[in-house]
């Protein structure tokens, strides 16, 4: 029953990935006031990970955005023309080593932009966090204050494209101008991971722009700290409001109904009229069938999304506008999609309780472009029904076997990950001896495992670089797979993130695979020892195809974002169709930084 609930409260819940990008504005140097000096515009930039000094490399005219500060050119903080109230917020951003930045909503709340790569332990000043507010009036060491750290380090490693999505809400003003709300962070990921959720901003951080708060301000971003380049900033602002429900007015009928009958043959049980649905009771303990009528107030043309289900196997149905189409119960999310101008919308809805467990109430939301998400209705007791996250302790389980789900791939059936107190992970197919993934941040989510029935899948908590090869890990010199068919013969954990895989062919190759964790956390190193054939063959690192030499053994693999470094300069990483690919005959080393 859990797992049935869990999926309706995940479905309704997870809109922000199916709104569209309409009404953007994507933000270039010229839109920033202050904009010379230090920055520039560039077409290609890239660092050094390994080395000490805050650079930036880059090269040509084009549209990235370089802030390079030097003893002639000191850096600068540049501000938009423009200004914004509530957002969503996008910034494609790298890091030097060692710098340091950060970005202003509003030009008042700062999310930092750090190298904070490999750090384990964050705090508010690390890469996405919601830096502090300050008050010099306070004993040093208490001075600031209200800072949040991001929920874990999903930060990569300088040089390396990062991607930082916030949904903001501006504060909001009375009339007379004073402030009755504050402004909030709906939700930040940095990574694709979520780092913040509905954080409550009390005021400005330190640094801010002079003027306080406003209902409209500008982005700012900090250029006197350290380099950053920044490939995109598109701010699209939320200013849809959301459709009111209005006149609303409910029939309860009792009985069990997984169809919907012929209206003429009901007879209520309770009529009445309501202001919200939060307020409707059924008088009924035992199962029942409600209808709700009424109007829905709409502000503003638009693409309109309605969602409603209704818990424990009931099951709904929702009509908009006045149509003559049949209208039928379902069980699940039932999705309503309209384009609707502005004035009153006639709308019904039908919940069907078919058991005397089920819950009263029902689920009911709305978004549309540039609309935060409304939630209209919840049943009674919804918290209780989502599961906590199961997450996996390394301390406990330092190594995992589960099935692995991977994008565009069938479900790796003998699968194996690999945990380190550094933070950085990786899974493992025993079956192709590929390298699947390799991530940063907490371990596993092994809810859909061990969660009521499970179904064997364990998931990465952190900010993933998927490696996802789904050929063998041999390759012949024209790129077709090795022939062979492999047998696990076992592992064998040498120690925190080390583990060495064994693997033999039926034609007599036999294959030792050692995967260490860095002690830094920094990556990871990869040593395959192959016997049996002296035949000159190749493996495929990673998925990928600009490959940029960054010193002797470094190489940067800017679309697959990571670093690939061989063991030495006579290995030469070749550009395929498909990945990067390395040449081995009876053994190779590597590593992969990220």
Known sequence: ??????????????????????????????????????????????????????????????????????????????????????????????????????????????????????????????????????????????????????????????????????????????????????????????????????????????????????????????????????????????????????????????????????????????????????????????????????????????????????PNNGLGAIQLENTSEPIQLRQGVTTVEKSLQPGEVPFVIWVSKPTDWTAQGFYLTAYADAMWQQTYSNPVGMSSWSADAILVDTRETPVLRSFIDLPNRTRISHGISVSSQSGTHYSYDLNSNQLLRVWRGIFLDATPMWNDRGNGVSRPFGSITELSLASGLLLNLNNSSVNDEWQAKGYRILGDGSVSFSSQSKNGLELKDQIQVMPDGKGVDRKIELSGSSAPLKIRVVPGKVLTKISKNLFWIEDAGLYLKVSSSDQKPEVGADGIFLPITTALSYSLLF
């Not at 962070?185 to 951080?205: M, Q």
């Not at 199962?287 to 309605?306: D, P």
């Open 1 to 310: 029953m859990l797992s049935n609930l869990k999926s309706i409260w995940i479905g309704m819940a997870l809109t922000f990935s199916a709104i569209s990008v309409q009404g953007q504005t994507k933000l270039q140097l010229s839109d920033f006031k202050n904009n010379g000096g230090s920055w520039s515009e560039v077409a290609k930039v890239w660092a050094n990970p390994l080395q000490s000094e805050q650079i930036l490399f880059s090269e040509g005219k084009g549209n990235i955005i370089l802030n390079a500060p030097t003893n002639k050119k000191p850096g600068t903080d540049i501000v938009s023309s423009e200004k914004f109230g509530d957002a969503e917020v996008t910034l494609v951003y790298m890091m030097a080593p060692g710098s340091n930045s950060g970005i202003y909503l509003q030009g008042q709340y700062e999310i930092q932009l750090l190298d904070s790569w490999s750090r384990v332990a964050v705090k508010a000043g690390d890469n996405g966090g919601i830096y502090e507010r300050w008050d010099d009036t306070k004993p040093d060491g208490q001075k600031g204050y209200q800072g949040y750290a991001p929920r874990q380090n999903a930060s990569k490693a300088p040089g390396i494209w990062q991607t930082l999505k916030v949904h903001f809400k501006a504060p909001r003003f009375s009339a007379s101008g004073d402030k009755i709300q504050n402004a909030r962070i709906v939700s930040a990921t940095l990574n694709g991971v979520t780092i913040h959720e509905d954080v409550e901003l009390f005021g400005p951080t330190r640094g801010a722009l002079a003027g306080g708060e406003v209902a409209e301000g500008p982005i700012r971003i900090q250029g006197d700290h350290g380099p950053i380049a920044i490939k995109s900033l598109e701010v699209k602002p939320f200013d849809t409001p959301a459709p009111e429900f209005k006149n609303i007015s409910f029939q309860v009928f009792p009985g069990s109904y997984t169809e919907l009958p012929a209206e003429n043959t009901l007879k209520a049980s309770s009529v009445g009229k309501i202001g919200s649905f939060d307020e409707f009771v059924a008088g009924l303990t035992t199962s029942s069938l409600s209808k709700f009528e009424g109007t829905i107030s709409v502000k503003k043309a638009g693409n309109y999304t309605f969602r409603m289900a209704v």
